[in-house]
């Protein structure tokens, strides 16, 4: 069986070297299933939205970093810890572009079916209920 890749990089002042790792199937798998509740929980937009593409727990997932190391971290050093595990894990990003789109779309749907919903009118009358009612 072969060795997970994996590459060190030096982050910060004082230098600190860090081991991004490639992860298996199943760690990407388990990671969808905690991303899929983290839904449906209150969400911590520095951890899940401080970067476009990654997320803080996806850093963790290919490194030897906890979020509190994380946190210890400047954006700028941040990014360069994306971009490498970008260039190591290519496959794993590209899942994770699929289901940002996927729950976009979710949303969009949701979001038109909403607007269309006869609770919606009502609560938010239109212009020509507006008009009729004065």
Not at 62 to 84: C, K
């Amino acid at each position: 069986m072969n060795a997970r890749r994996s590459k060190t990089i030096t982050l910060g002042e004082p230098s600190r070297t860090i081991t991004i790792r490639e992860p298996t199937v199943a760690e990407m798998r388990n990671w969808l299933v905690e991303l899929e509740k983290n839904r449906t929980e209150s969400i911590d937009f520095v951890t899940h939205g401080l970067f476009n593409d990654a997320s803080l727990t996806d850093l963790v997932l290919m490194s030897n970093l906890s979020l509190a190391d994380l946190d210890a971290l400047v954006p700028s050093e941040i990014r360069q810890l994306i971009d490498a595990c970008q260039e190591l894990n290519p496959d794993f990003f590209t899942v994770r572009r699929r289901r940002m789109m996927m729950w976009e779309m979710e949303s969009h749907s949701a979001y038109a079916a909403l607007i269309n919903s006869d609770q919606w009118m009502l609560a938010n009358p239109g212009p020509a209920e507006t008009i009729s009612q004065a």
